[in-house]
């Protein structure tokens, strides 16, 4: 698909990854939902990028729950948001003409109303020309090169008027279990919103057939609306890890006509079939 540079990035197919930074976690068989570090997901497509975090004073570690993640497989060190964020810079500046959304989110502690601000203080302030800040959907053009800031956590009106703060999907709605067909929209600004898809609690077969793909088949994207889909879910086989489950969701939807554009995706463990279905034809 070319991308001209009118083009709101809601138009797009973005193909991403669920809690992305899970290749090296704790509690495999319940939190690793990824095999492939941040670099490997750039050079395999990977534009959108799922971001959960553990504030521990000034510093934001990387989390999946009650699991923490690591720079690698001996999982000595710790995973912070500033190797997150260097290996996003290094990649932008590499390629100007790329763009990326990163979904932000407050994954422990009790959630704070000073979690973003500190997060802001620490990571964007003095480096906002870095980031795509503002509350409506952006252009290709006035994102390229820059992380497309996709907040899931609240901050105070007050905040709001004082600081640019991203994209608002902090009123998110769980979905959970649900597996009705409603689609839940998430109002982003004044004239826009995001439609969501995150049955996170079912089963591959039931979210797929009563959830997923009634709303992929139902979902109009336009530059006023986000389709969000998770073709992802936290439901695991007895004695089995999150991979087999991966593997009979990424299946179904490898024979689904995704055709024009249908929004963004997130995946656990994506192969190399669901990535040419981004990324052929670019």
């Known amino acids: 698909m070319k991308l001209h540079s009118s083009m709101k990035i809601s138009e797009i197919n973005l193909f991403g990854t669920h809690d992305s930074l899970t290749a090296f976690v704790d509690m495999e068989k319940m939190c690793r939902c990824q095999s492939l570090t941040l670099k490997e997901q750039f050079s395999f497509g990977v534009r959108l990028i799922d971001v ?34 260097k290996d996003c810079l ?10 990326m959304v990163m979904s932000v989110k407050q994954d422990r502690g009790i959630q704070s109303r000073f979690f973003f601000p500190a997060f802001f203080s620490r990571y964007i302030k003095g480096n906002e020309n870095k980031w795509y800040l503002g509350s409506e959907i952006p252009t290709v053009k006035e994102c390229k090169g820059k992380i497309v800031l996709m907040r899931r956590c609240k901050v105070l009106p007050k905040y709001r008027k ?9 009123h998110w709605r769980d979905q959970g279990k649900k597996w009705s067909e409603r689609i839940y929209p998430v109002k982003l600004s004044k004239n826009q919103k995001a439609t969501v898809q995150d049955r996170y609690g079912l089963d591959p077969r039931r979210k797929w057939f009563k959830c997923a793909k009634p709303f992929l088949d139902r979902c109009k994207c ?12 936290a439901y695991r086989y007895k004695n089995e890890s999150l991979v087999r489950t991966a593997k009979e969701m990424n299946g179904y939807f490898k024979e689904y006509d995704l055709g024009e554009s249908k929004g963004w995706f997130f995946f656990d463990f994506p192969d190399e079939d669901i990535a040419k279905m981004f990324t052929e034809g670019e």
């Open 222 to 233: 336009d530059g006023d609306n986000i389709c969000v889909h998770f073709i992802s879910t």
């Open 90 to 99: 290094d990649f932008l500046k590499n390629n100007p003409d790329e763009f």
């Open 52 to 85: 959960r975090l553990n504030r521990k004073k000034d510093d934001f570690y990387l989390v999946h729950s009650l699991a923490d993640c690591y720079e690698d497989k001996e999982k000595k060190v710790p995973l912070s948001f500033s190797e997150v964020l």
């Open 162 to 170: 004082e600081h640019s703060c991203g994209l608002d999907f902090s």
